[in-house]
């Protein structure tokens, strides 16, 4: 299968979905079988992705172990983007931010081990640091680019003046940020910066953490160690309330032979030919419905009528709790 390709910046170029890894080690309860796994991710290789998404935090360290152990056999053919940005305690656990500079070179060398790759594609700065001047943490990626073990430079969840600064730096291929048809948060600044700079995007939960698939009800329970579980878009009146959402979702991707997540998906890949989003999974009947979405053709017409039927529709409860909201750019 072959998927259709795009540019995101600084010449980066992609499929039109990507793949993002997180959930088969980490943030929705049991990671499922390794070898399963690894087999879903050769599997979306010979489907046509080319872009896969991980970070050392996801596991942590267990993520880019796994996306190694998959893709190395066809790295030719692969795109690999990975992130820096947390401290990792002795404890497993994510202990605040660090972006400064010499933490930075040190978790390039652990990816690169971990992934036993000699580049990395795309490397994010997962989330801002308010402690380490932007500037900073661009020019010590543009060291790493120069020394040969960074192709790309990314990041992620960060403000329009933040990526403005980092981009004067250096070039800024793609910015990374939570964007579906239930958060639109992009829309307000963000997309607008990146189409004047010629940033890519790569919005992560694009399907609303599973939500926009129509797999998740009220009456749905998390397991343990299932990130949703404490989440306020996903408390069962939360839940309840955007049900509305979805089955106008569900009636308008009916009138278009798709599925609610292929429309979901093909809403956002008509917004501007630099998006890519990357929908994870670790079933492969949801990889082929995913990738399915670029088969999804929707014209302006289209896009207003989703609009208007949901522009009256409001999205019930915050995406994160207080603390993780903190660790946002504005």
């Given at each position: 299968?072959?998927?259709?390709?795009?540019?995101?910046?600084?010449?980066?170029?992609?499929?039109?979905?990507?793949?993002?890894?997180?959930g088969?080690?980490?943030?929705?309860g049991?990671?499922?079988?390794?070898?399963?796994?690894?087999?879903?991710?050769?599997?979306?290789?010979?489907?046509?992705?080319t872009?896969?998404d991980?970070?050392?935090?996801?596991?942590?360290?267990?993520?880019?172990?796994?996306?190694?152990?998959?893709?190395?056999?066809?790295?030719?053919?692969?795109?690999?983007?990975?992130?820096?940005?947390?401290?990792?305690?002795?404890?497993?656990?994510?202990?605040?931010?660090?972006?400064?500079?010499?933490?930075?070179?040190?978790?390039?060398?652990?990816?690169?081990?971990?992934?036993?790759?000699?580049a990395?594609?795309?490397?994010?700065?997962?989330?801002?640091?308010?402690?380490?001047p932007?500037?900073?943490?661009?020019?010590t990626?543009?060291?790493?680019?120069?020394?040969?073990?960074?192709?790309?430079?990314?990041?992620?969840?960060?403000?329009?003046?933040?990526?403005?600064?980092?981009?004067?730096?250096?070039?800024?291929?793609?910015?990374?940020?939570?964007?579906?048809?239930?958060?639109?948060?992009?829309?307000?600044?963000?997309?607008?910066?990146?189409?004047?700079?010629?940033?890519?995007?790569?919005?992560?939960?694009?399907?609303?953490?599973?939500?926009?698939?129509?797999?998740?009800?009220?009456?749905?329970?998390?397991?343990?160690?299932?990130?949703?579980?404490?989440l306020p878009?996903?408390?069962?009146?939360?839940?309840?309330?955007?049900?509305?959402?979805?089955?106008?979702?569900?009636?308008?991707?009916?009138?278009?032979?798709?599925?609610?997540?292929?429309?979901?998906?093909?809403?956002?890949?008509?917004?501007?030919?630099?998006?890519?989003?990357?929908?994870?999974t670790?079933?492969?009947?949801?990889?082929?419905?995913?990738?399915?979405?670029?088969?999804?053709?929707?014209?302006?017409?289209?896009?207003?009528?989703?609009?208007?039927?949901?522009?009256?529709?409001?999205?019930?409860?915050?995406?994160?709790?207080?603390?993780?909201?903190?660790?946002?750019?504005?």
């Open positions: 299968m072959t998927l259709p390709l795009r540019t995101l910046g600084d010449g980066l170029t992609v499929s039109a979905l990507g793949f993002g890894c997180m088969m080690s980490s943030g929705y049991p990671t499922g079988d390794r070898a399963e796994n690894i087999a879903l991710l050769r599997d979306a290789v010979d489907r046509g992705v872009f896969f991980t970070a050392e935090v996801y596991g942590p360290y267990d993520n880019e172990r796994l996306v190694g152990e998959a893709l190395r056999p066809v790295r030719d053919r692969v795109v690999i983007a990975t992130k820096f940005g947390f401290h990792i305690g002795d404890d497993g656990r994510s202990a605040g931010l660090d972006s400064r500079p010499e933490h930075i070179r040190a978790v390039v060398d652990a990816s690169l081990d971990r992934l036993g790759i000699d990395i594609d795309l490397l994010y700065q997962h989330r801002v640091d308010p402690a380490v932007i500037e900073d943490v661009a020019g990626v543009a060291e790493l680019v120069a020394a040969g073990k960074v192709k790309h430079f990314g990041l992620s969840e960060a403000a329009p003046a933040t990526v403005r600064r980092a981009h004067a730096v250096h070039p800024v291929a793609a910015v990374q940020s939570e964007y579906s048809l239930w958060w639109r948060g992009p829309e307000l600044g963000l997309l607008a910066t990146l189409d004047e700079l010629g940033i890519g995007f790569v919005p992560f939960s694009p399907l609303g953490r599973g939500f926009l698939t129509g797999a998740i009800t009220a009456e749905t329970t998390f397991a343990a160690g299932d990130m949703r579980a404490g878009r996903f408390t069962a009146e939360a839940l309840a309330a955007n049900t509305r959402l979805l089955d106008v979702l569900t009636r308008l991707a009916a009138a278009k032979g798709a599925t609610p997540a292929q429309l979901a998906l093909a809403w956002l890949l008509a917004q501007t030919p630099w998006i890519v989003p990357i929908p994870g670790r079933k492969a009947s949801r990889l082929a419905e995913n990738l399915g979405a670029t088969e999804v053709v929707l014209d302006a017409a289209d896009l207003t009528a989703i609009a208007d039927a949901l522009r009256d529709i409001p999205v019930e409860g915050e995406r994160y709790p207080e603390a993780m909201a903190r660790l946002t750019d504005g």
